[in-house]
């Protein structure tokens, strides 16, 4: 009977240990980012640092891309001049009179080609995008995507801009993001919808 016992108990004891192990691979610290990440709104007025924003622009350079061919161009701005002009520009797109950018004291802008020139320019400029979320995340900055950059750069004034950042010529806006420290902590992620996944076997 005690032998039993102490069976059952080291069976149970090994179970537990597996079970936990794969808890533990499946809540690692990149898979609690991704699940953790919001959009952030309201932002400090401190600039990031310069390491901070390099990890976020690295991150972006390794979302992996069609063909590996790496179409995607990033362009970080802080200089206050730019920044009002992004802001103008956005603005009168939305038809509003505030800061589309939540006064994020660094905007990030994603290029890529334009889809007749490479078919999967939105689908990777998009994966730069969600890459750089993640990453701002992971080093304790707050990001939102902000809209409307494919308008904002079809003007005679963004394209304008894409020269004046050097970037090549045919490009078109895909997406950008605000970043910056968090001044408020964002409200928890809503449910996820029901079947939102099915696995088929
Ligand atoms: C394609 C796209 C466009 C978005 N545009 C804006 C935007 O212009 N302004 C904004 O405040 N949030 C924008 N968002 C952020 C979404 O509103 C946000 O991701 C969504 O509400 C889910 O919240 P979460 O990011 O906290 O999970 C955009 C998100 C995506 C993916």
Request: proline share 4%.
């Amino acid at each position: 009977m005690f032998l039993l016992a102490v069976l059952v108990n080291v069976t149970n004891i090994s179970y537990l240990c597996t079970h936990k192990s794969n808890i533990e691979i499946m809540d690692n610290e990149v898979l609690r980012a991704l699940r953790e990440r919001r959009s952030v709104r309201k932002f400090k007025q401190e600039q990031i640092t310069d390491e901070q924003l390099q990890a976020v622009l690295e991150a972006g350079t390794y979302a992996p891309t069609g063909m590996g061919y790496q179409d995607p161009w990033i362009v970080a701005v802080q200089n206050a001049d730019i920044i009002a002009q992004l802001v103008r520009m956005n603005a009168e797109i939305m038809g509003i009179k505030g800061n589309p950018y939540y006064d994020a004291p660094t905007i990030v802008l994603v290029f890529a080609s334009r889809p007749e020139k490479w078919a999967n320019s939105i689908y990777d400029g998009t994966l730069v995008l969600g890459n750089m979320m993640n990453a701002a995340h992971a080093v304790g900055l707050g990001s939102c995507w902000i809209h409307r950059e494919r308008e904002m750069f079809d003007t005679e004034e963004g394209r304008q801009l894409m020269r004046q950042f050097g970037l090549p010529e045919g490009l078109m806006g895909i997406g950008s993001i605000a970043l910056g420290y968090p001044a408020k902590e964002p409200l928890p992620a809503k449910a996820r919808k029901e079947n939102y996944y099915r696995v088929v076997k």
